[in-house]
């Protein structure tokens, strides 16, 4: 290739340096779509059981404790997604309680009203995502990594031939 990189010591092609930056790219994609997929997939977990065990109101919070005799894992999982500054305390609220802290779901404010106003005025209404049924499916999810990383060889194996083209056809750009 016509243009170089260098570093005091080796001068690096870009024939070497598109394939090296194409795979980090598609590996920290990849990396970001598995964390947001586990995040959501643990926040759905949550309020699933949140709404099972009937906690709407501060009287009816239920600690951690009482959410891993529900579900195993509970306590890691709300110790992990219900930190004070965590996007879903939005929607899930804490109270103080004699055992400690304890978390519930108010119930959506009913408005006459409808449209974006509407939904303005009720804050605590919970995304489709964690409503149940409207989850990410692992195969959708495969797929699409899949078809990321063919996306990234097939750029990494037509650049030099790209690369090549618009070169050759730009040289007044450069004179």
């Avoid at 586990?38 to 099972?52: D, E, G, K, T």
């Avoid at 919070?61 to 939005?90: H, N, V």
Wanted: proline residues 3%; hydrophobic residues 45%; positive net charge.
């Amino acid at each position: 290739m016509l243009a170089s990189i260098f570093n005091g010591f080796y001068t690096y092609g870009l024939d070497e340096l598109v394939p090296f930056f194409t795979r980090i790219a598609v590996i920290v994609i990849v990396a970001a779509v598995l964390y947001d997929y586990f995040r959501r997939r643990l926040a759905a977990q949550i309020i699933s059981v949140l709404n099972s065990s009937g906690a709407v109101s501060a009287e009816t919070a239920k600690s951690a404790e009482e959410l891993e005799k529900l579900s195993t894992g509970m306590k890691r999982k709300c110790r992990l997604m219900l930190r004070d500054t965590s996007p879903l305390r939005r929607y899930v609220m804490k109270t103080e309680t004699a055992s400690g802290a304890a978390w519930y779901i108010p119930p959506a404010e009913k408005t006459d009203e409808e449209g974006i106003e509407a939904i303005a005025k009720s804050q605590r209404r919970l995304p489709a995502s964690l409503r149940g049924g409207a989850e990410r499916s692992v195969v959708k999810m495969v797929i699409g990594i899949v078809l990321l990383i063919v996306a990234g060889e097939l750029f990494i194996r037509f650049f030099p031939v790209l690369y090549a083209h618009f070169i050759e056809n730009s040289k007044n750009l450069f004179s």
